[in-house]
Nanobody
Framework: QVQLVESGGGLVQAGGSLRLSCAAS????????MGWFRQAPGKEREFVAA????????SYGDSMLDRFTISRDNAKNMVYLQMNSLKPVDTAVYYC??????????????RGQGTQVTVSS
């Protein structure tokens, strides 16, 4: 069993940066692919980024490429999402997920409760 707790969300002006963190419990963390997803009010959940168990492979949603960076520290059981050049359209609840790989939310076995990111114009 893996429990995920996101942090680092908040209010930021357009053009600013935030770094989200996801703390994972469980010994198997280092064997899991990890992902970030987001959901804005009234919209479907959207893939943001994913990283392989070793950190050697990453993928991003089209609108996040070159602005967001996913990374992990297996020694600390942490996954991060560095978000730069934020836009109002990035406003959403951001979710951490574990135990899957790629763009499909349904493929991940474990999901966090989410952290709110609000970007003001």
């Amino acid at each position: 069993q893996v429990q995920l707790v996101e942090s680092g969300g908040g209010l930021v002006q357009a053009g600013g940066s935030l770094r989200l963190s996801c703390a994972a419990s469980g010994r198997a963390f280092s064997s899991y692919g990890m992902g970030w997803f987001r959901q804005a009010p009234g919209k479907e959940r959207e893939f943001v980024a994913a990283i392989s168990w070793s950190g050697g492979s990453t993928s991003y949603g089209d609108s996040m490429l070159d602005r967001f960076t996913i990374s992990r520290d297996n020694a600390k059981n942490m996954v991060y999402l560095q978000m730069n050049s934020l836009k109002p359209v990035d406003t959403a609840v951001y979710y951490c997920a574990a135990g899957g790989m790629g763009r499909r939310w349904e493929s991940y076995k474990y999901r966090g409760q989410g952290t709110q990111v609000t970007v003001s114009s």
